[in-house]
Nanobody
């Protein structure tokens, strides 16, 4: 059974860099043709795709977030990470990690989400 679990600080101050971890079990993040994504949902808004790292380590980012976003992984721990720099209160959201077959629009597994609040 594939499980994803997000973890992070919960609270960040404006201008800081936010770092989140997604721990994956039940499937290797190097499994061919899977992608591992970060998605967020801000209060009152829909889901926003942040970016992804695919099975071979290649990364892709939302054009609107590209300049502040970095996604990486640790294959030895079967984890992948999101770093979002220069955060503002607009980055307050529930952050999800999810997996899908590369190229599919639907996700097959989601984490439960982690709340991040940006406030001074």
């Amino acid at each position: 059974q594939v499980q994803l679990q997000e973890s992070g600080p919960g609270l960040a101050k404006p201008s800081q860099t936010l770092s989140l971890t997604c721990a994956v079990s039940g499937r290797s993040i190097t499994s061919k043709h899977y992608s591992w994504d970060w998605i967020r949902q801000s209060p009152g808004k829909g889901l926003e795709w942040m970016g992804e790292i695919i099975y071979n380590g290649a990364t892709y980012y939302s054009p609107s977030q590209r300049s502040r976003t970095s996604i990486s992984r640790d294959t030895s721990k079967n984890q992948f990470f999101l770093q979002l720099s220069s955060v503002t209160p607009d980055d307050t959201a529930v952050y999800f990690c999810a997996s899908r077959v590369e190229g599919d629009y639907e996700y097959d597994h989601w984490g439960q989400g982690t709340q991040v609040t940006v406030s001074s």
